[in-house]
């Protein structure tokens, strides 16, 4: 058979998504990343349904689980926060778990902090080395997998502070 006689497939379409979506269209695909992942503004993924997706967003966009996007072909997509391996630090007190705090903040680790029926905690990637520095500050450390939603920093889009004329903006999370 000859080259000019074979059927070629054209290249599956890739989906473009461009834009987040906050209306109230329930999504009919889902994106699953994990934190690193939603960081990028530029990536080339797979939708839950197997659909190849294009993500150019603007640049500095961090997406976060339960936000929605909007493709080129007018479907909406939820992003799903995957879960991945984490490092929990509990401390006896809340000057050890601010002391914790300092530390990884220092070296500007990306920290999850909440609370449960347990107490309060901080939530870091897993790093033998931070688990190393936590427990040498008398943390309670606990290797988990779940998805990882760390603050997004003083000066993360979000809310200005009205009439201080700084241009800080503070970052407030969805349900806080």
Not at 22 to 42: C, H, I, M, Q, V
Not at 60 to 69: A, D, I, M, N
């Amino acid at each position: 058979m000859d080259i000019e006689s074979r059927s070629v497939s054209p290249a599956p379409a890739v989906l473009l998504i461009e834009a987040l979506y906050d209306g109230d269209a329930p999504a009919t695909d889902a994106l699953e990343l994990d934190f690193n992942y939603r960081t990028k503004s530029r990536l080339r993924a797979a939708l839950a349904s197997g659909a190849e997706a294009g993500l150019f967003l603007p640049r500095g966009t961090v997406l976060r689980g339960g936000q929605k996007l909007v493709a080129s072909d007018g479907r909406i997509v939820a992003v799903v926060a995957a879960e991945e391996d984490l490092l929990e630090a509990r401390c006896a007190s809340a000057v050890d778990l601010a002391r914790a705090a300092f530390h990884l903040g220092n070296r500007h680790v990306a920290v999850q902090v909440g609370s449960d029926a347990g107490g309060d905690w901080l939530r870091l990637q897993a790093d033998h080395v931070l688990e190393g520095m936590l427990a040498g500050l008398g943390a309670r450390l606990r290797a988990l997998r779940a998805p990882f939603e760390p603050e997004a920093g003083a000066y993360a889009p979000g809310h200005q502070h009205p009439g201080d004329g700084s241009g800080a903006r503070i970052h407030m999370m969805a349900g806080q």
